[in-house]
């Protein structure tokens, strides 16, 4: 275990309030890059931070043990103290998580802000000298504005400035996108002390990041990006799935028809992969908060327009299923089938929102045995399935997991499933095979020649049954 004691004198401090997917990997990429401040990563949850100081670290992210092997214990420490912290540290980022809202008005949309006032309450209790407080979390616009007021009711004994600096990296590939992320956005008020504040983060980020880079703006503009880029990203994802649908009727191929739109130098490539949906902990998340803001300010009309893209996540996961279901023979009673990949995307073991929770549960709704596989998520699978009935099981390697299947379901691109020895799957399987490739990641010709009925998705089917055209 490291120690979990400063050891010598740094130049600056950092806190970051919220060690998850996240503030973890944030904070360690600063450590890394900046061995001269000491940053400290706490948590209410201490068993996760007990896991951050072990040899296994709470999350699967390529290449974060190697930096907080090399940070750990010398300038990143992860602890439980948070009151102390606070006292200690005069750069505090808030990365607490901002779920739905389960409950109340605004259940099913707007974000559920209780942990961030509650962290705001705690730092103003705990403070007796000047504070930064960065917003780290994805938050609704204008939550700087409930922040600073909280901040600012201790009638200005202690003095706080509030900036919004949203994180944009993606799960499984965090680490590059922290060390060289497209743009590091630093929103503050627009006065001297707001300015100096915004002034001080640039400079930490400088240390390693292009400062042509670092884009600075009004703080409700940069809470507002934030929502607004996954909003924009799941918009793209939503389209291309959209048109899956139409490719499926007419025997155009989605792969080609993104090809051909993504070489358009205005459209661009990225993000334009068709599949069971989007999945992770931010994308729906974020626009339904979109959603609530925009009805909130009256403007039906703009959040119906945002709104429909979640709704076909939600029909092209229902469509996965309802082909399924077609394909083979309308029914699923007592028939056994293989989940492979749960997690949300590859390169990562977090299964928020993933689009396999949906269809493992319509499985089981029909009757299916299901058996999931995944090389990093199979214990997040079994937390998130817990209560779950129906015949369900667990098993990593993909080749026990298929035995007596019926059916793949592909629910997560992981690139092993492209190695996979896929006669001897067909050898172990039961007759008729399918196969549904939920993200078109393998060879489909050459696993219909193999004897499979192939059901990738946005491309002509390769059935056995149906007469080819
Ligand atoms: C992040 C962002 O912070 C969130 O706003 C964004 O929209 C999604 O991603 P993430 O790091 O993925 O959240 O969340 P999670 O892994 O759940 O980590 C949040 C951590 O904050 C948890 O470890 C939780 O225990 C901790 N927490 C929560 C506190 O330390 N104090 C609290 O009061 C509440
Ligand atoms: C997203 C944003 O990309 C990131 O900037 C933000 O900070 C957090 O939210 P993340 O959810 O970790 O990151 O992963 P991302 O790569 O965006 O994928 C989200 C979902 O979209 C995954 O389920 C992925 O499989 C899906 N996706 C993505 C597609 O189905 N097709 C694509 O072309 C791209």
């Known amino acids: 275990m490291a120690s979990t004691k400063p050891q010598k004198k740094f130049r600056k401090k950092i806190l970051c309030i919220g060690a998850g997917y996240v503030g973890g990997p944030t904070m360690a990429m600063i450590a890394l890059k900046c061995p001269d401040y000491i940053v400290t990563v706490v948590d209410i949850n201490e068993d996760k931070i007990n896991s951050w100081n072990s040899g296994k670290l ?31 540290n005069d750069i505090i980022f808030v990365s607490v998580n901002t779920p739905t809202k389960t409950f ?84 503050s008020r627009e006065t001297a002390g707001g300015i100096a504040a915004r002034r001080l983060l640039v ?27 996954n909003a924009f990203l799941a918009q793209r994802v939503s389209s291309i799935n959209s048109i899956s649908a139409l490719c499926e009727k007419t025997d155009a191929d989605i792969s080609e028809v993104a090809k051909a739109v993504g070489t358009d130098s205005r459209i661009g490539g990225k993000f334009l992969v068709a599949g069971v949906g989007f999945g992770g902990s931010c994308f729906r998340k974020d626009i339904l908060n979109l959603v609530y803001l925009c009805r909130f300010y009256g403007l039906q009309e703009v959040a119906d327009y945002w709104e429909s893209v979640v709704k076909i996540n939600e029909y092209q996961q229902e469509r996965f299923i309802i082909n399924i279901l077609g394909k083979m ?27 396999a929770i949906y269809i493992t549960h319509r499985l089981l709704a029909e009757c299916a045995e299901v058996v999931i596989s995944d090389p990093k998520a199979l214990e997040n699978a079994a937390i998130v399935m817990a209560d779950t009935t129906g015949k369900l099981s667990y098993e990593e390697n993909p080749y026990e997991a298929v035995k007596g299947c019926h059916a793949i379901a592909i629910l997560t691109e992981w690139s092993l499933y492209k190695e996979l020895d896929y006669k001897k799957i067909f050898r172990a399987m039961a007759k008729p095979a399918f196969i549904f490739d939920g993200r078109n990641i393998i060879d489909h010709e050459k696993c219909y020649k193999i004897g499979f009925n192939v059901y990738p998705v946005g491309k002509p089917a390769l059935s056995h049954f149906e007469s080819r055209v």
């Open 329 to 355: 023979f309308n029914t699923l009673a007592g028939k056994k089938i293989c989940v492979l990949g749960f997690a949300f995307k590859a390169n990562t073991g977090d299964t928020r929102e993933s689009p």
């Open 203 to 229: 400079d930490i980020y400088a240390r390693w990041v292009d400062t042509g880079k670092i884009i600075t703006s009004n703080i409700w503009s940069s809470e507002l990006s934030k929502l607004v880029a």
């Open 104 to 187: 109340g008005s605004g259940a099913g949309y707007a974000a559920d802000l209780q942990f961030v006032e509650k962290t705001a309450r705690l730092i103003l209790e705990n403070s007796t000298s000047p504070k930064i407080v960065i917003e780290k979390s994805t938050l609704p616009v204008k939550t700087a504005l409930a922040m600073e007021r909280i901040l600012m009711s201790g009638k200005g004994r202690v003095k706080f400035e509030v900036l919004s600096n949203p994180e944009f990296m993606a799960e499984g590939s965090a680490i590059k996108d922290l060390e060289n992320p497209d743009r590091v956005l630093i929103g």
């Open 58 to 88: 709470p999350i699967f992210e390529p290449g974060l043990d190697e930096i907080v092997r090399k940070t750990r214990g010398k300038n990143l420490f992860f602890r439980t103290d948070i009151e102390q912290q606070i006292r200690d």
